[in-house]
């Protein structure tokens, strides 16, 4: 009797699946308006200092008039008598901050093992309470570039979230991170006798790649991630080494290409770098063997460099004895000082540089931590703060609607108090946030000890 409910239950969650995956593959590419419902009727926000994403210099004592989730106006005597007033003059309001790059399902260290102990209904379930804490962190819009699941969880999140079940930043992003035979995204620690799912998508050839793209893009993927090089976190693989070949580079940025979707490349290898480039890849994620050839041809095709600093200090600093992360950060001490020199050289040459967290588990709220370290790069605070909000904006895209505080915009708003042009550490205490015009509930105010458990819990 055990055996026939666990096959009918098995049947039932196989079904679930299989309607959540069809409702996936129907879904149009989408427009940031759709993917977070919007508040109706007029507010009014009173900002103390108004940072507004494109400016070089703050504003004092400033109103922001929001109708229909949308700014109207932005300046003085902007108040309509009829409309609901929020007092944050005490505070700083800057946009909603934009995580260019961020793995939601990821919450371990040793998260290639993870991937296979967890369900994808589990994952999902995990990756909303990660989505969600980023919002009430101050992330109002997120780009997951693939993450560890046979499925799709994190698309299923992104679904819910658009359709009105939750609250949540806007998602887009791809489906999985497509990896070689061997690669980053490869399971490289098992003996061949084990033929289990590794946690990114293996491809190989011309004809295998442009399936896999195709498939991406027919369960939801609104990019296509690649792994141009080896990868730093994961085992078997030197991220020095480029990977895909160019015409299966080629064929993958072809294809999504002709299908209307752009493609972000993680490559640590300068020849991973300039592969991709010369391929057509919109972004370069990491980039820490960069050289100068490759940042002239950035800035000469425009394309974008995000580096995910973060992520490398997070586990050296707070957890140097991880026995999952040891080749991280060993190759964190080795090239650190590399990688900060080649991202301050892309600053200074003009390359649109942006803000990806790469969050991978730690405590949501850190994240912010990558802008200090483009300072530390050769930004300056409000360049960070800009990369942060503007450049990913036009980075996803979605320029016309987020990104900076201006009348027709989506009113995706933050406040923190203080000051962050004086001290960026001000924006890991984010005191209000709104998206498309709804104010989100931070339920830290009410109990900070639980909502800090939440977003330090280890799984």
Same mark, same amino acid.
């Given at each position: ?15 679930? %699946? ?13 427009? =940031? !308006? ?32 929001? !109708?229909?989730?949308?700014?109207? @106006?932005?300046?003085? +005597? #902007? *108040? ?21 790059? *961020? ?51 994190? /698309? ?24 070689? &035979? ?9 003996? =061949? ?15 295998? #790649? ?5 498939? !991406?893009?027919?369960?939801? $993927? ?8 080896? @990868? ?13 070949? =160019?015409?299966?580079?080629? @064929? ?7 299908? +209307? ?18 391929? %057509? ?14 940042? %002239? /041809? ?24 991880? @026995? ?5 950060? !060993? ?25 990806? &967290? ?48 201006? $009348? ?28 498309? %015009? ?22």
């Amino acid at each position: 009797m055990q055996r026939l409910l666990r096959g009918k239950w098995s049947a039932a969650l196989f079904l679930a %699946g299989a309607c959540l995956a069809f409702a996936s593959s129907v879904r149009a590419a989408i427009a =940031p !308006e759709t993917l977070a419902p919007s508040a109706r009727g007029v507010t009014i926000l009173l900002c103390g200092t108004l940072i507004d994403g494109r400016s070089a210099s703050p504003m004092r004592n400033v109103s922001v008039r929001i !109708e229909n989730g949308r700014i109207t @106006a932005v300046g003085t +005597g #902007v *108040a309509d008598a009829e409309g609901t007033v929020i007092d944050r003059s005490r505070d700083t309001c800057l946009p909603g901050l934009i995580d260019a790059h *961020a793995h939601l399902l990821i919450k371990t260290d040793d998260y290639q093992v993870d991937h296979l102990r967890r369900s994808s209904a589990y994952k999902a379930l995990r990756g909303l309470e990660v989505a969600q804490e980023m919002l009430r962190s101050g992330w109002t819009s997120v780009r997951v570039l693939g993450d560890a699941d046979v499925f799709y969880a994190h /698309l299923d999140v992104r679904t819910a979230i658009q359709e009105g079940m939750f609250v949540g930043p806007r998602l887009t992003g791809a489906g999985h991170y497509l990896s070689i &035979t061997g690669g980053g995204g490869d399971l490289n620690f098992l003996a =061949p006798e084990h033929q289990v799912a590794a946690d990114g998508l293996v491809v190989d050839g011309v004809e295998a #790649v442009h399936k896999a793209v195709r498939e !991406e893009i027919k369960h939801g $993927s609104d990019w296509i991630k690649v792994l141009a090089s080896g @990868a730093m976190m994961s085992a078997g693989n030197d991220p020095n080494r480029a990977h895909f070949s =160019p015409a299966e580079l080629d @064929a993958i940025v072809d294809e999504s290409t002709r299908l +209307g979707v752009p493609v972000a490349a993680h490559a640590h290898s300068a020849a991973g770098v300039r592969a991709a480039i010369l391929a %057509g890849a919109r972004t370069i994620e990491h980039g820490t063997f960069i050289d100068d050839d490759s940042i %002239g /041809l950035m800035k000469e095709k425009g394309v974008y460099l995000v580096p995910t600093l973060y992520v490398g200090d997070y586990y050296l600093n707070e957890q140097p004895d991880s @026995a999952a992360q040891a080749k991280m950060n !060993e190759l964190t001490r080795q090239y650190r000082a590399q990688h900060m020199a080649a991202v301050g050289k892309a600053i200074r040459t003009g390359v649109n540089v942006g803000v990806g &967290t790469d969050y991978v588990g730690f405590p949501v709220r850190q994240g912010v931590r990558e802008l200090s370290l483009l300072v530390e790069a050769g930004m300056t605070p409000m360049q960070a703060i800009q990369a942060a909000t503007r450049v990913n904006a036009e980075l996803l895209g979605w320029q016309g609607d987020v990104g900076t505080l201006e $009348s027709g915009k989506l009113a995706d708003i933050i406040a923190v108090p203080g000051d962050p042009l004086q001290d960026l550490a001000v924006l890991e205490k984010v005191s209000f946030v709104m998206i498309g %015009g709804r104010q989100v509930s931070l339920s830290c105010d009410d109990q900070p000890e639980s909502c800090r458990a939440a977003s330090e819990r280890r799984y």
